[in-house]
């Protein structure tokens, strides 16, 4: 018999202590600045390693106010056109390049203030997807500081707390900031295969989308793009495998025991590069297994959607992190700074899965904050000595990418359990979960419960 109110044992202090901590929006406040005034120390302490990108965007900024010629305007360029907007603003306010880093490092501080704001209002759990997001940046490092990746992910946060309530609002979000870097994409994707009915999809999915991409595309033609607009598309052809890539793992332990294996810089791409036959036919091979995974997961979610739909929130959240994974897996880049697109799934998740699949998200919210920690190791910590193939660093970057191989595999299995089992009649919805994730099947859960990422 359960113990009743009174006889029931009351929380531990440290419990006690525990939750209103977790609870309060000025701690949470405070611990916001804490951890970006150590993010941004670290950027500083770091230099030219955090901030190499960055010297990268003021130049093409300042070349274009300065002669008008403009990426992807004028030449080619690796960015979506939607990327001037972010590479441009600092260079309006400030004139030189240490200027143009503040305003830089501000905009990204600024953007993730938006989306913990919006992830905190979002759920009575929003304050502990918050703190969950704020470890993750912590765990990650200043990485993300310097590189337009720290842009588009608290544009995927956002797009995902908004896609239960608003999911017109969260694809324009995501599709803007799919032009920008094409992550963001990975939602618009979800969103897509998880409406039911066409005009849902197009409604809600389409148009947004739609509308956002003609701006765009609309504003690069009318500045002489032309066929430009779209040349992102083609620039990573002619790349092999980047050294960090979850694809080179291989050869770079191989380094171990075979000095024939080499890595080198590439001075066009201002990157490092493993050179050979064999990773120049995995770069090739992976041309086209990317978005044959992409195609092969929204298919699989497109199916458990129809079979259940009573989960459709926890579906979306799921998707996005497997989409995301895959994007990070099958690419033959992989720069740390692409581990920045997994924590915003984990961070809506908590704050929105339902109380059936609540707990099921602990083991990949541990897992993706350990891997963040890893790239930071690896990236700025010992990149030095992973080129130079010391062994400790080579072994702590082939876990951290065998660990997102193993969230991939995670994210789509629970995609397909869920699949599995038949939608069924569902009771009333618990008040504590609110309208934001659809009617909720409270436990025992079925086999086919999802939550893993």
């Known amino acids: 018999m359960p113990p009743s109110a009174e006889t029931a044992p009351a929380p531990r202090p440290a419990r006690r202590t525990l939750r209103a901590v977790l609870r309060s929006r000025w701690l949470l406040a405070v611990g916001f600045v804490v951890v970006h005034a150590w993010v941004v ?8 390693t955090i901030y190499g990108d960055v010297t990268l965007y003021e130049w093409w900024a300042r070349n274009g106010l300065a002669t008008g010629q403009w990426p992807v305007l004028d030449y080619d360029w690796v960015y979506p056109a939607g990327a001037l907007v972010p590479v441009t603003l600092p260079a309006l306010v400030t004139t030189s390049l240490l200027g143009y880093e503040i305003v830089w490092t501000a905009m990204i501080v600024a953007l993730n203030a938006v989306a913990v704001v ?108 032309g066929e430009r607009a779209f040349s992102v598309f083609g620039q990573q052809d002619a790349r092999t495998l980047q050294a960090e890539s979850v694809a080179a793992t291989w050869f770079s332990v191989s380094r171990l025991w075979d000095p024939s294996v080499s890595i080198e810089y590439n001075d066009v791409i201002f990157t490092y590069e493993v050179q050979g036959q064999a990773a120049q036919r995995v770069a090739g091979a992976l041309d086209w297994l990317l978005p044959l995974a992409v195609l092969l ?30 994007l990070i897996v099958f690419n033959k880049v992989g720069s740390p700074q692409f581990v920045a697109w997994i924590g915003p799934p984990l961070a809506a998740a908590i704050a929105l899965a339902g109380p059936g699949t609540r707990r099921l998200w602990a083991p990949p ?48 299995w629970r995609i397909a359990q869920l699949g599995r089992t038949r939608d069924v009649p569902a009771r009333a919805p618990r008040r504590d979960v609110g309208p934001d994730l659809g009617p909720v099947v409270d436990p025992p859960a079925a086999p086919g419960s999802p939550g893993s990422a």
């Open 297 to 326: 997961l929204a298919a699989l979610t497109w199916w458990t959607a129809r079979r259940r739909p009573d989960h459709a929130g926890d579906l979306v959240l799921l998707a996005a992190a497997a989409l995301l994974l895959a």
């Open 41 to 48: 120390r670290g950027a500083i302490g770091w230099a030219y």
């Open 118 to 225: 919006v992830l905190v209002r979002a759920a009575p759990r929003g304050l502990l997807g918050a703190w969950w997001w704020l470890a993750f940046l912590l765990a990650l490092g200043p990485i993300f500081l310097g590189r337009l990746d720290g842009v588009i992910a608290p544009l995927i946060l956002v797009a995902l707390v908004l896609a239960a309530r608003r999911p017109a609002v969260a694809a324009l979000v995501a599709t803007a900031g799919a032009w920008i870097k094409i992550a963001p994409g990975a939602v618009v994707v979800a969103l897509a295969a998880t409406r039911r009915r066409g005009r849902d999809l197009w409604r809600q999915v389409v148009v947004p989308g739609a509308a956002v991409s003609v701006v765009v595309v609309g504003l690069a033609l009318a500045g002489g793009a």
């Open 365 to 412: 919210a541990v897992g993706v904050l350990l891997t963040a920690a890893a790239t930071y190791l690896v990236y700025p910590v010992a990149y030095g000595e992973f080129l130079a193939g010391e062994p400790w660093i080579v072994v702590v970057e082939a876990l951290r990418n065998g660990a997102l191989v193993v969230l991939l595999v995670g994210a789509a």
